[in-house]
């Protein structure tokens, strides 16, 4: 025995080694050390997840091993940080982070961190890899320890994004108890402190078509340097009436080609021809410049992946992911900072039908991430739901991100700032979290603050823009589009601003669809081709309680309604503008039919 400044401890005979050896971690008082939590006034310890020593204090709860193993319930203790240095493939039960576990970034590095749950404290930091380029950041003020590195920790965290391969799959179901998670915890990531998971990423998760397309095709062009590669994944949209057409297609290689006017577009080879026509046209008519262009999404590259999963191991089942319509679910709360970039997200969010999860929180349908936090950053994600919604959120900023396959696929209200964000193939899977409209691709909340720029939605089964009421600035909403979608544009509730610079094609029912308590409401810069039904407004006429009769105006200006494309006309049936009139005891309707 000796007396240390840490006590007394045992060192052993002389000669012999020291146990535990005095090497196994380093201490530090810089960075986050100061500013986690309540603050660590005797300093934080660091130390790596290979080392036995690390998980003194938890032998019981990790299994008894000299390392966590099957079924263990992981704890990161506050003052500690933990580098997940070592390759790992084994099914936890949960895992809790009061302090700092970072997945170092190495070449070669396999990690599948297997778990029920995540739940990341107040104070807790997740971290793996380094944004490139730097993210856009967060809205608001941010708790002072999110960007707080201590030096010692930069060289496990890298220059740039994750260099290896780490996923994180989370198993249970929706009546799942973990120990430290608590109960309906099963493929739940918890996030209240700081999640920072910066992954690989092509330089555009997606782009349009240069040019179009045909059938029989074995290689296309889009837009930019983007950045692809050979053995990427890519999604082809839709340009027909539905997302029958879209494609999925891996390619064989890609080259940097001369873009009209300068610059460079991207070249890909494709393992097999397509089987339909993806449309990539330029049109103008009367002045209005029409984009008739497919979207192309690299849905495989991003070198982090978070997932549902269900579990492989015979004594550690729980019921699938299809038997009760639930994948896993990423919620962001309170002061919580999560920022993501080059990250796969996918067999996530769940459904009331036979969710429990969803019957909880009576909500038809569950996105699946949830952002009920002030910092969240999102850039160059791509989400594949499956089960539910893409994200559901009040606030953070979202760009370049591509989501497939989900109920709605942006839910956005609050302060919430979407950006140049593409959404593939919406499908109806039930109502909404607060109203009754179908699932869109962007369902928003209209407040003066909620951003929507540069977006677009290819294919969906109801309305590709869906808001509660719009009243947003100029500013804050212009140049987004859609196509292959059974609505185009649609308002419920107020209309206060104009809707503006916003163009809809091959829209198989209506393009533009309103009911509104408004009198007055505006169009201007509206680009339409390819409708059953331009614009249908409805709540004109007298107020059938009060019996009375007031002035009201639509106004559409500056606008383009084209019947028929010149390069990819539909065959519908096709009226301009209809305005049905509501009267106290019968209803007529107006037609306005284009000349084009």
Same mark, same amino acid.
């Given at each position: 025995?000796?007396?240390?400044?840490?006590?007394?401890?045992?060192?052993?005979?002389?000669? *012999?080694?020291?146990?535990?050896?005095?090497?196994?971690?380093?201490?530090?008082?810089?960075?986050? +050390? *100061?500013?986690?939590?309540?603050? +660590?006034?005797?300093?934080?310890?660091?130390?790596?997840?290979?080392?036995?020593?690390?998980?003194?204090?938890?032998?019981?709860?990790?299994?008894?091993?000299?390392?966590?193993?099957?079924?263990?319930?992981?704890?990161?203790?506050?003052? #500690?940080?933990?580098?997940?240095?070592?390759?790992?493939?084994? #099914?936890?039960?949960?895992?809790?982070?009061?302090?700092? &576990?970072?997945?170092?970034?190495?070449?070669?590095?396999? @990690?599948?961190?297997?778990?029920? /749950?995540?739940?990341?404290?107040?104070?807790?930091?997740?971290?793996?890899?380094?944004? =490139?380029?730097?993210?856009?950041?967060? #809205?608001?003020?941010?708790?002072?320890?999110?960007?707080?590195?201590? $030096?010692?920790?930069?060289?496990?965290?890298?220059?740039?994004?994750?260099?290896?391969?780490?996923?994180?799959?989370?198993?249970?179901?929706?009546?799942?108890?973990?120990?430290?998670?608590?109960?309906?915890?099963?493929?739940?990531?918890?996030?209240?402190?700081?999640?920072?998971?910066?992954?690989?990423?092509?330089?555009?998760?997606?782009?349009?078509?240069?040019?179009?397309?045909?059938?029989?095709?074995?290689?296309?062009?889009?837009?930019?340097?983007?950045?692809?590669? $050979?053995?990427?994944?890519?999604?082809?949209?839709?340009?027909?009436?539905?997302?029958?057409?879209?494609?999925?297609?891996? &390619?064989?290689?890609? *080259?940097?080609?001369?873009?009209?006017?300068?610059?460079?577009?991207?070249? @890909?080879?494709?393992?097999?021809?397509?089987?339909?026509?993806?449309?990539?046209?330029?049109?103008?008519?009367?002045?209005?410049?029409?984009?008739?262009?497919?979207?192309?999404?690299?849905?495989?590259?991003?070198?982090?992946?978070?997932?549902?999963?269900?579990?492989?191991?015979?004594?550690?089942?729980?019921?699938?992911?299809?038997?009760?319509?639930?994948?896993?679910?990423?919620?962001?709360?309170?002061?919580?900072?999560?920022?993501?970039?080059?990250?796969?997200?996918?067999?996530?969010?769940?459904?009331?039908?036979?969710?429990?999860? /969803?019957?909880?929180?009576?909500?038809?349908?569950?996105?699946?991430?949830?952002?009920?936090?002030?910092?969240? $950053?999102?850039?160059? +994600?791509?989400?594949?739901?499956?089960?539910?919604?893409?994200?559901?959120?009040?606030?953070?900023?979202?760009?370049?991100?591509?989501?497939?396959? =989900?109920?709605?696929?942006?839910?956005?209200?609050? =302060?919430?700032?979407?950006?140049?964000?593409?959404?593939?193939?919406?499908?109806?899977?039930?109502?909404?979290?607060? %109203?009754?409209?179908?699932?869109?691709?962007?369902?928003?909340?209209?407040? =003066?603050?909620?951003?929507?720029?540069?977006?677009?939605?290819? /294919?969906?089964?109801?309305?590709?823009?869906?808001?509660?009421?719009?009243?947003?600035?100029?500013?804050?909403? %212009?140049?987004? !589009?859609?196509? +292959?979608?059974?609505?185009?544009?649609?308002?419920?509730?107020?209309?206060?601003?104009?809707?503006?610079? @916003?163009? &809809?094609?091959?829209?198989?029912?209506?393009?533009?669809?309103?009911?509104?308590?408004?009198?007055?409401?505006?169009?201007?810069?509206?680009?339409?081709?390819?409708?059953?039904?331009?614009?249908?407004?409805?709540?004109?006429?007298?107020?059938?309680?009060?019996?009375?009769?007031?002035? *009201?105006?639509?106004?559409?200006?500056? !606008?383009?309604?084209?019947?028929?494309?010149?390069?990819?006309?539909?065959?519908?049936?096709?009226?301009?503008?209809?305005?049905?009139?509501?009267?106290?005891?019968?209803?007529?309707?107006?037609?306005?039919?284009?000349?084009?």
């Amino acid at each position: 025995w000796r007396c240390t400044a840490r006590g007394r401890r045992w060192f052993g005979p002389p000669g *012999q080694p020291q146990y535990p050896p005095e090497i196994w971690y380093s201490t530090y008082y810089d960075g986050d +050390c *100061q500013e986690t939590g309540d603050g +660590c006034p005797r300093g934080c310890r660091r130390s790596l997840w290979s080392e036995s020593f690390t998980w003194d204090g938890q032998r019981a709860e990790i299994g008894g091993g000299p390392l966590p193993g099957f079924r263990s319930n992981v704890t990161i203790k506050r003052c #500690q940080t933990v580098v997940l240095d070592v390759d790992l493939n084994v #099914q936890l039960f949960s895992l809790v982070v009061w302090g700092t &576990l970072i997945v170092e970034s190495r070449p070669g590095a396999n @990690v599948f961190l297997r778990s029920t /749950c995540i739940t990341i404290k107040p104070g807790g930091r997740l971290l793996a890899g380094r944004p =490139s380029p730097v993210l856009t950041g967060t #809205q608001s003020k941010r708790p002072p320890y999110v960007d707080s590195y201590p $030096a010692g920790s930069l060289k496990y965290l890298g220059d740039g994004p994750f260099l290896g391969r780490l996923e994180i799959l989370l198993s249970g179901d929706d009546l799942t108890t973990a120990p430290q998670c608590g109960g309906f915890s099963g493929r739940k990531i918890v996030n209240e402190g700081h999640m920072a998971l910066h992954g690989a990423r092509p330089a555009m998760v997606w782009s349009v078509l240069r040019h179009t397309a045909a059938a029989g095709a074995w290689k296309l062009t889009v837009q930019g340097d983007a950045g692809w590669q $050979a053995d990427d994944v890519i999604l082809v949209a839709s340009t027909g009436d539905d997302e029958s057409q879209t494609e999925t297609r891996t &390619l064989l290689a890609a *080259q940097l080609v001369p873009a009209p006017g300068g610059g460079w577009d991207t070249e @890909v080879g494709l393992d097999a021809p397509l089987a339909h026509a993806h449309h990539g046209e330029t049109e103008v008519h009367s002045g209005h410049t029409l984009e008739l262009r497919a979207e192309v999404g690299v849905i495989s590259r991003p070198s982090i992946k978070l997932a549902g999963v269900d579990s492989d191991e015979a004594s550690f089942r729980f019921k699938t992911m299809a038997a009760f319509d639930e994948g896993m679910m990423l919620l962001a709360r309170g002061r919580s900072v999560t920022e993501l970039s080059g990250v796969l997200l996918r067999d996530g969010g769940c459904n009331q039908g036979k969710s429990v999860t /969803c019957k909880r929180a009576k909500a038809f349908v569950m996105p699946m991430i949830h952002v009920s936090s002030k910092h969240m $950053a999102m850039e160059s +994600c791509v989400l594949i739901p499956g089960h539910g919604h893409g994200i559901v959120a009040s606030r953070g900023i979202y760009r370049g991100n591509l989501v497939y396959g =989900s109920a709605t696929g942006f839910s956005l209200g609050g =302060s919430a700032d979407a950006r140049y964000n593409a959404i593939f193939s919406v499908r109806d899977m039930g109502k909404n979290l607060d %109203y009754t409209d179908e699932d869109a691709s962007f369902g928003v909340w209209s407040t =003066s603050s909620v951003v929507v720029i540069g977006n677009r939605g290819a /294919c969906s089964t109801g309305p590709s823009y869906r808001f509660s009421s719009f009243n947003m600035p100029p500013a804050h909403f %212009y140049n987004n !589009s859609a196509h +292959c979608a059974a609505l185009g544009l649609t308002i419920k509730g107020s209309h206060t601003t104009p809707v503006q610079d @916003v163009t &809809l094609w091959r829209i198989r029912h209506i393009a533009l669809w309103g009911y509104v308590s408004s009198d007055t409401p505006t169009f201007n810069n509206v680009r339409l081709a390819d409708f059953s039904m331009g614009l249908l407004w409805g709540g004109l006429g007298a107020d059938s309680v009060q019996h009375t009769v007031r002035m *009201q105006t639509v106004l559409v200006s500056n !606008s383009l309604f084209l019947g028929r494309s010149t390069t990819n006309p539909s065959c519908f049936e096709q009226v301009g503008i209809l305005l049905p009139i509501f009267g106290t005891a019968d209803r007529k309707s107006t037609r306005l039919n284009s000349s084009h």
